[in-house]
């Protein structure tokens, strides 16, 4: 799986770098559960207009993904949740160093939503596409730069992956 993110509090987007899923199949009515680790991300984006902002995105899991494969006929659809706390690091402002500490993240999960996208398929052994939405809450533990980084950052956001070259493993069949 591989795609982008956008943030609309910043106007920012962030690359999911192309990663692994791993799912199990639990039963003939196509729920699974899995994981799906997102490698760090870098963002930037300006405040005011002008004052550039970089930082480093990383994604600690929270809970396992899980959904359900749902085929209707000849057609398949996902429908898919992830949760993840996000942590920052390598805040930098205007090119200089701001710190926040080791331990900045947000205070809750970031649920994620991603389900095959109204009028696609989803093929079990290609793929498909998978689209969805969030909402990113306040973070804690950033040092001095808690209040700030509360003021710019949470908010919604939405995200667009492409799942690609399905290779099956192993299933559970109760």
Not at 63 to 89: F, H, K, W
Request: negative net charge.
């Amino acid at each position: 799986a591989n795609g982008w993110t956008h943030i609309h509090s910043t106007d920012s987007d962030l690359w999911i770098k192309p990663t692994k899923m791993q799912l199990a199949i639990q039963g003939a009515d196509g729920t699974f559960t899995g994981h799906m680790p997102i490698s760090p991300a870098d963002t930037k984006f300006h405040v005011l207009g002008f004052l550039p902002i970089k930082a480093q995105v990383n994604f600690e899991e929270a809970a396992p993904l899980s959904g359900r494969v749902v085929r209707v006929g000849n057609i398949a659809r996902v429908d898919s949740t992830a949760s993840y706390y996000i942590r920052l690091s390598n805040v930098l402002i205007a090119g200089i160093p701001s710190p926040v500490g080791s331990n900045c993240r947000t205070k809750d999960p970031v649920t994620l939503s991603a389900n095959t996208p109204d009028g696609e398929i989803f093929n079990i052994a290609n793929g498909g596409n998978l689209a969805g939405s969030f909402t990113i809450g306040d973070f804690e533990h950033c040092l001095l730069n808690t209040l700030i980084i509360n003021q710019l950052v949470p908010g919604d956001g939405n995200m667009t992956l492409a799942v690609t070259n399905a290779k099956f493993i192993s299933a559970t069949n109760p």
